[in-house]
């Protein structure tokens, strides 16, 4: 799909707390332009709760995860440019639904075939520390995901996801972040989490769970898992056909196996 139009979307930072702002518009690239540069000629860190990309010159732009997916999700892979300011994308509603909606309603689309899928040609695999985290992409014909978390407090939960902008709008879109109220004290003195609130995250404690209008879905925690994972392989720059298998992974382990993705592109 392409874009016709342009989309500004305004907010604050879910870990800076600043204002934000992100302007999406169409372009002639033939990837996603992230502030003037491919996608794909950036460095990739998602060590600090979210995945943040790295320009030459150092610049850095936090918790770029579920704009990248709601554009993936609905089937843009390339032909727009993405310009951030405030240094972050502004949190939104702790997931993709909002940008989704002002793609569907505000914005005319057309059908795009000018990119292939990229098949994955051989498994690829990258492992946690203690190897009982991981995330694998394998051959497959279409765009899958299984992904399985466990917390405390949410236990177990695992989902099984095939990729259409339909799935993706109805069944992954409105998963929010969430976090341990247990952890808020840690991150916010160390710059993260400073913009989080129950308008745009869930908070897990052993009292229960707080989230605003109640959880969207009994499973809302692997959703959002998965809906992260997806906008981390959206740094590949290319739409995939592939079965990701994830294993109580996060943004680190994503964004490591899409720097295999982007190796096996380039072979």
Same mark, same amino acid.
């Given at each position: 799909?392409?874009?016709?139009?342009?989309?500004?979307?305004?907010?604050?930072?879910?870990?800076?707390?600043?204002?934000?702002?992100?302007?999406?518009?169409?372009?002639?690239?033939?990837?996603?332009?992230?502030?003037?540069?491919?996608?794909?000629?950036?460095?990739?860190?998602?060590?600090?709760?979210?995945?943040?990309?790295?320009?030459? %010159?150092? #610049?850095?732009? *936090?918790?770029?995860?579920?704009? @990248?997916? $709601?554009?993936?999700?609905?089937? =843009?892979?390339?032909?727009?440019?993405?310009?951030?300011?405030?240094?972050?994308?502004?949190?939104?509603?702790?997931?993709?639904?909002?940008?989704?909606?002002?793609?569907?309603?505000?914005?005319?689309?057309?059908?795009?075939?000018?990119?292939?899928?990229?098949?994955?040609?051989?498994?690829?695999?990258?492992?946690?520390?203690?190897?009982?985290?991981?995330?694998?992409?394998?051959?497959?014909?279409?765009?899958?995901?299984?992904?399985?978390?466990?917390?405390?407090?949410?236990?177990?939960?695992?989902?099984?996801?095939?990729?259409?902008?339909?799935?993706?709008?109805?069944?992954?879109?409105?998963?929010?972040?969430?976090?341990?109220?247990? %952890?808020? #004290?840690?991150? *916010?003195?160390?710059?993260?989490? @400073?913009? $989080?609130?129950?308008?745009?995250? =869930?908070?897990?404690?052993?009292?229960?769970?707080?989230?605003?209008?109640?959880?969207?879905?009994?499973?809302?925690?692997?959703?959002?898992?998965?809906?992260?994972?997806?906008?981390?392989?959206?740094?590949?720059?290319?739409?995939?056909?592939?079965?990701?298998?994830?294993?109580?992974?996060?943004?680190?382990?994503?964004?490591?196996?899409?720097?295999?993705?982007?190796?096996?592109?380039?072979?």
């Amino acid at each position: 799909m392409r874009l016709n139009g342009k989309i500004i979307l305004k907010g604050i930072g879910l870990h800076s707390g600043r204002e934000c702002e992100v302007k999406i518009e169409p372009c002639d690239s033939d990837m996603i332009m992230l502030n003037d540069t491919p996608i794909t000629n950036l460095n990739l860190n998602g060590t600090n709760r979210g995945s943040d990309y790295i320009f030459p %010159d150092g #610049e850095r732009i *936090r918790t770029c995860e579920h704009i @990248l997916s $709601g554009l993936y999700g609905v089937g =843009i892979y390339s032909g727009v440019r993405v310009s951030v300011t405030g240094g972050e994308m502004p949190a939104l509603d702790g997931c993709a639904k909002t940008l989704c909606d002002e793609i569907m309603k505000h914005m005319a689309m057309k059908d795009d075939d000018s990119q292939d899928a990229f098949r994955i040609t051989e498994p690829l695999i990258v492992y946690g520390e203690d190897k009982t985290r991981f995330v694998a992409a394998f051959p497959c014909d279409e765009f899958r995901i299984t992904y399985t978390v466990e917390y405390k407090y949410i236990g177990a939960q695992v989902f099984d996801f095939t990729l259409t902008p339909e799935n993706y709008y109805r069944e992954i879109s409105s998963a929010r972040t969430f976090a341990m109220l247990s %952890d808020i #004290e840690y991150l *916010r003195s160390h710059g993260m989490a @400073l913009g $989080g609130s129950l308008d745009n995250a =869930i908070a897990v404690s052993e009292n229960g769970i707080q989230a605003s209008g109640g959880l969207h879905w009994p499973d809302e925690f692997v959703r959002h898992k998965v809906l992260d994972l997806i906008g981390d392989i959206a740094s590949a720059g290319r739409k995939l056909n592939a079965h990701i298998i994830a294993m109580k992974a996060g943004h680190e382990l994503h964004l490591r196996l899409s720097e295999k993705i982007r190796a096996q592109m380039k072979k």
